[in-house]
Every structure is written in C-alpha cells, then in structure tokens.
C-alpha cells in the first residue's frame, strides 16, 4: 500500500515529461525576399522624334523637244538608267541640214566680199595720198570693207544657230537619272518648248525625304537649345521605317529646314537627303522618319518597373539605405525603346525594383539583386520555407497514364 503514493507520483512526472516534449520550438522569421533592382545613372539622352514624311526626287528634268520636227525614232528604252547628254530622240534633220548647208555658203560669200573690199580699202589709201582719187572715194571704200565685217560676223551667227538647231534634232537627257515611260512615238509632229514632255527623267541616288513638323514642337526644341538644356549637332540623323515596316538599312541627315511656317497646317518642312543605291526609296513613297533633334541630360527607368496606382500615378518602388521599399510617385515624358524618361520622381543613384515587385510591398525589407534583365525572382517564401510557385508543385498525371 505504500507504493501507492509513489506510483502516483511517478505517473504525473511522466505525464508533465510527455506535455512538455510535445511543445514544438517557436518558428523562425522567413528570409527578406529577392528582388531584382537597378541603380538608376544619368544619361546622354537622344531625342527623338518621328515624322511623317514623303520621298522626293533629287532631280527632276522633263524632256521638251527645243525645235520642231517629225520624230524619226526613240533612242532609250523606258525605265533604264540613262547618263547626262545621251540621246534620248531623233527628229528628222532634213531641213535643218539643208539650214546649215545654207548658212556655210553664206559665211563663204561673206568672207569673199569681205577679202575684196579690205584690198579696195587698201588700194584707196594710197591713191588718197597722191591725190589719184576723192576723199569722198576713200571714205566710201574704208566704209564698204568694214561693212563686209559686219557681214561675215553676222553670217558666223547664222552658222552657229543653224549648228545649233541641227544638233537639237537629237534630244538628249539633261540630267543622269532614271528614264520614264514616253509620250510620244515615230511619227509625231513635235513643236519647239511644247507643254507636253517627251518623258521625265529622275535622279533616285541620293534621294530626298521630306518631313512636316509642327511649329509648336520646332519653337520649343530651339527654346530649348537656347537655354542649354539641349545640345545638338551639326548634322542630324535621320533613320526611316517604311511603309511595310521595315526599317531602312541607311541613315540619312537633314540638309535644310524651311524658313516659313505653312499657314495652312501650321507646320514646318524639314528635308533630309539620303543615300539610295538600291533604288528602295521611290518619288511618292509615304514613309516615317526619325529624327535625332539633340541630346539631353537625363534619367531612363525600365517600363517594366513603372505601375499606375488606384489614382492613376505613374509610381515606382525604391529602396532606401536599409533596403526598405518606399513607393514614388513619378512624370515621365516620352517613350525611348523600353524605357520611360523620368523628368520627376527618380534621380540618379536611386535603386528602383525592377523585378519581383510582388515581393516589394511598400515599408517591407527585402533583399536587393541585380538585375541583368532576364531573371525573374520567384514569389517570397512561405512560413515553412518553401517556394510558392506553381513549378515546384508536381504535375498532374496525363490521361493516358490515368487510363492505365
């Protein structure tokens, strides 16, 4: 009976062993989340700016015949390339041959006349001395040998225009270029400087882009400039994306802008000249141009990094010293490749959150990684440690294998 108490009281020691080992030990924070940030610098920034914009022709001569005539024949063939000075039409010389015959033979009389007089002249003056003739005669004879002058500079001009004349019945390409298709054929009665052009020929090599931009934007890039805010260079580039989308291989500069304002669309011609080898940029083709109008000092995030809050902000997370996420609301300008210009809200030096921004919730630490633009940081860790992604739960079975 005396164990009794004994055995009592080994039961409740075992029984307050047993409670107090089956107390687990309390559970450890979780670590700070990974997120992926960049260290925001400032930059050289290019502005730039698109515009639309229509190919024009280096170029452009229209063929006018500059005598008339029949044509005999159509020297080019439409479409090729043709040089400066080459033979584009005949006419049918004939009758100018027979203009320029006549005007030689006219020369020749002139200059017979003219040989025959200077001997009189001279004869004259030696009879003059001896009293053998008038003076009147001497005068008469002086003033007929220098009228044959006259006569044979004057048959010269004749000559020469019917040389002239001549040479036009073979109509040639005043410029090198790009023949068009022809208007007239063999056969057609043609008349000095007529309205109708024969064919047009155009230089495509290089070739000009003309562009439109608005007076608004043009004063206020030259205010700009003005003020320092802007650098620009002597020559600015232009690139070009055609009409199917694709981007033109060559890059071309602005020759010129226009020094009044179009009062109809309150806009502003810029022309740049670009170098065509190919032959891609065809007269009236509609393309987009962008233009690099300066540079300027500033600051770019990644539009990845950049989300509107319930008010519609622009804002982005930042952490501070401690590596605590603190929100910012930001202004931004304008779109360059896949970033946003920052004018308000960021500076250089701020490291912004640029992946994992589940993980970054306003006042939370969390741990800082750099981002090299392809990761991407898996979701915070749960209270037992583990991932919270759907990766690391396993798949489920297919139907084949739940069939077998």
Same mark, same amino acid.
């Given at each position: 009976m005396q164990r009794l108490p004994y055995l009592a009281s080994a039961l409740v020691l075992s029984s307050l062993l047993s409670a107090c080992g089956s107390q687990e030990a309390p559970a450890s924070a979780p670590p700070p989340a990974e997120v992926g940030v960049v260290t925001l610098k400032a930059q050289a920034i290019d502005l730039m700016t698109t515009l639309p914009g229509r190919v024009t022709a280096y170029q452009t001569a229209e063929v006018r015949p500059q005598v008339g005539g029949i044509v005999k024949r159509r020297v080019y063939a439409e479409g090729t390339e043709v040089k400066a000075g080459s033979v584009l039409y005949e006419l049918d010389p004939a009758t100018y041959q027979a203009a320029y015959a006549s005007a030689k033979a006219s020369l020749a009389k002139a200059n017979a006349l003219a040989k025959q007089a200077k001997l009189i002249a001279k004869r004259y003056e030696g009879l003059v001395a001896i009293k053998a003739v008038s003076q009147q005669e001497n005068d008469d004879a002086q003033a007929s040998a220098a009228q044959t002058q006259a006569d044979v500079a004057l048959a010269k001009a004749a000559l020469d225009?019917?040389?002239?004349?001549?040479?036009?019945?073979?109509?040639?390409?005043?410029?090198?270029?790009?023949?068009?298709? =022809?208007? !007239?054929?063999?056969?057609?009665?043609?008349?000095?400087?007529?309205? *109708?052009?024969?064919?047009?020929?155009? &230089? /495509?090599?290089?070739?000009?882009?003309?562009?439109?931009?608005?007076?608004?934007?043009?004063?206020?890039?030259?205010?700009?400039?003005?003020?320092?805010?802007?650098?620009?260079?002597?020559?600015?580039?232009?690139?070009?994306?055609?009409?199917?989308?694709?981007?033109?291989?060559?890059?071309?500069?602005?020759?010129?802008?226009? =020094?009044? !304002?179009?009062?109809?669309?309150?806009?502003?011609?810029?022309?740049? *000249?670009?170098?065509?080898?190919?032959? &891609? /940029?065809?007269?009236?083709?509609f393309v987009q141009a962008e233009v690099a109008q300066g540079q300027q000092q500033g600051v770019l995030a990644p539009q990845r990094a950049l989300s509107r809050n319930p008010q519609g902000d622009a804002t982005a997370m930042v952490l501070d010293q401690d590596n605590k996420v603190q929100p910012r609301v930001v202004k931004t300008s304008r779109a360059i490749g896949d970033k946003w210009q920052v004018v308000e809200g960021l500076q250089a030096g701020d490291r912004l959150v640029v992946d994992g921004l589940q993980n970054a919730r306003p006042g939370s630490v969390v741990k800082p990684v750099p981002f090299t633009g392809d990761q991407l940081v898996e979701k915070a860790p749960t209270k037992s440690g583990e991932v919270d992604t759907a990766a690391n739960k396993p798949a489920a079975p297919s139907a084949a294998k739940k069939a077998e």
């Amino acid at each position: 009976m005396q164990r009794l108490p004994y055995l009592a009281s080994a039961l409740v020691l075992s029984s307050l062993l047993s409670a107090c080992g089956s107390q687990e030990a309390p559970a450890s924070a979780p670590p700070p989340a990974e997120v992926g940030v960049v260290t925001l610098k400032a930059q050289a920034i290019d502005l730039m700016t698109t515009l639309p914009g229509r190919v024009t022709a280096y170029q452009t001569a229209e063929v006018r015949p500059q005598v008339g005539g029949i044509v005999k024949r159509r020297v080019y063939a439409e479409g090729t390339e043709v040089k400066a000075g080459s033979v584009l039409y005949e006419l049918d010389p004939a009758t100018y041959q027979a203009a320029y015959a006549s005007a030689k033979a006219s020369l020749a009389k002139a200059n017979a006349l003219a040989k025959q007089a200077k001997l009189i002249a001279k004869r004259y003056e030696g009879l003059v001395a001896i009293k053998a003739v008038s003076q009147q005669e001497n005068d008469d004879a002086q003033a007929s040998a220098a009228q044959t002058q006259a006569d044979v500079a004057l048959a010269k001009a004749a000559l020469d225009k019917a040389r002239i004349e001549l040479n036009y019945t073979r109509i040639t390409s005043p410029i090198s270029g790009r023949s068009g298709k =022809s208007n !007239v054929t063999a056969g057609a009665l043609l008349t000095a400087n007529q309205v *109708q052009a024969l064919t047009t020929v155009v &230089q /495509l090599d290089p070739i000009y882009v003309d562009m439109t931009q608005s007076s608004s934007d043009f004063l206020a890039l030259k205010r700009a400039i003005e003020q320092g805010g802007v650098s620009q260079s002597k020559r600015i580039p232009v690139k070009l994306t055609l009409s199917d989308g694709r981007t033109y291989e060559h890059v071309g500069s602005v020759s010129f802008s226009e =020094s009044t !304002v179009d009062p109809s669309t309150n806009s502003i011609t810029l022309r740049a *000249q670009f170098p065509n080898p190919d032959g &891609q /940029l065809l007269p009236g083709l509609f393309v987009q141009a962008e233009v690099a109008q300066g540079q300027q000092q500033g600051v770019l995030a990644p539009q990845r990094a950049l989300s509107r809050n319930p008010q519609g902000d622009a804002t982005a997370m930042v952490l501070d010293q401690d590596n605590k996420v603190q929100p910012r609301v930001v202004k931004t300008s304008r779109a360059i490749g896949d970033k946003w210009q920052v004018v308000e809200g960021l500076q250089a030096g701020d490291r912004l959150v640029v992946d994992g921004l589940q993980n970054a919730r306003p006042g939370s630490v969390v741990k800082p990684v750099p981002f090299t633009g392809d990761q991407l940081v898996e979701k915070a860790p749960t209270k037992s440690g583990e991932v919270d992604t759907a990766a690391n739960k396993p798949a489920a079975p297919s139907a084949a294998k739940k069939a077998e």
